[in-house]
């Protein structure tokens, strides 16, 4: 299996696995695309959108993609 090179096609590789659930809930929720400044790969537990919600500041980690 070769590793993905676009969102889409990590969005592919990811949506119907073992890691787009936990505890037979949704884990994976899909992609968000920010135009110009990239897309990401969404993973959130049912628990922690309901948290979300309520909050009006989230700090957010992810992995960048460095090409040189």
């Known amino acids: ?34 135009s110009e400044h990239g897309s990401a790969l969404v993973f959130a537990s049912d628990e922690q959108l309901e948290l979300l919600h309520l909050e009006t500041q989230v700090y957010f980690d992810a992995t960048f993609k460095v090409q040189l």
Do not use: H, Q
Not at 6 to 22: H, Q, W
């Open 1 to 34: 299996m070769k590793l993905p090179t676009s969102s889409v096609e990590a969005d592919a590789a990811v949506r119907d696995t073992r890691y787009a659930k936990v505890n037979d809930s949704d884990f994976y929720r899909g992609v968000v695309d920010a």
